[in-house]
């Protein structure tokens, strides 16, 4: 079955440091890949996706991933991060191939970003 | 533009007891997707509205069940409800054959 592992459950990083968050997923093709960000009491809002082509993708607020698929894996990263980017971030994995409108996403468990100031 | 709207945004239910939450999709998008996401957890997919039918279905037992109305707006029903079910529900509104889904504020339901 598959499976996104987000090995990190709690990151603390001081701002304008660099920031890097993992995930590794267990699939049986290259899933569709996102990252989503989850400020508290709110929904999750996009981050970014990797369907194809260039594996370096950017994303919203200044945020990255990049695909590598012989580790399977799709890390998030951020040069810069600055106070307002605490939150919790999750990985997410799509089927290709399936029909359906956003279809069914299989989400990690999370991680949780302190930014200390 | 709206985007995903919930309702309510929170809701106290007892144990036993059958809740109903409602979502209308962002402007344009004409499948919606639930999700529950305990605290401290990831979402877990529930299971996804097209043309008014349930088209894809996650590991939830036959007391959760929904509807999509013409209009796309889809509810959620939740029966006998259990303690266990305390959690933040999703909806995420999307286009058939697209891949990415836009998610609302959610729902908390605590069941005492």
């Known amino acids: 079955a598959q499976s996104v592992t987000q090995p990190d459950i709690h990151i603390t990083v001081s701002e304008g440091a660099s920031l890097e968050l993992r995930c590794n997923y267990s699939y049986g093709a290259t899933p569709y890949l996102f990252w989503y960000v989850q400020s508290p009491g709110q929904g999750l809002q996009l981050l970014l996706k990797?369907?194809?082509?260039?594996?370096l993708v950017q994303g919203i607020k200044g945020f990255e991933a990049e695909f590598k698929r012989s580790q399977s894996s799709f890390n998030l990263r951020k040069p810069s991060v600055h106070w307002s980017d605490a939150a919790e971030y999750f990985c997410?994995?799509?089927?290709?191939?399936?029909?359906?409108?956003?279809?069914?996403?299989?989400f990690g468990t999370g991680t949780q970003l302190k930014v200390e100031l | 533009d709206a985007g995903v709207t919930q309702s309510p945004t929170h809701l106290i239910k007892t144990r036993g007891q059958q809740v109903t939450l409602r979502c209308s999709p962002k402007?344009?998008?004409?499948?919606v997707s639930w999700y529950q996401q305990a605290l401290g957890q990831g979402p877990q997919f529930i299971f996804q509205y097209y043309e008014e039918e349930e088209r894809q279905r996650g590991n939830f037992p036959d007391r959760f069940s929904g509807h999509q109305f013409p209009n796309y707006s889809s509810e959620l029903n939740v029966n006998a409800l259990l303690l266990g079910d305390s959690a933040l529900y999703l909806c995420a509104s999307g286009l058939q054959g697209a891949y990415e889904q836009y998610f609302g504020p959610g729902t908390r339901l605590t069941v005492t």
């Open positions: 990797y369907f194809s082509g260039d594996t």
């Open positions: 402007s344009g998008h004409d499948t």
């Open positions: 997410a994995v799509a089927p290709r191939g399936v029909t359906g409108g956003g279809n069914k996403l299989t």
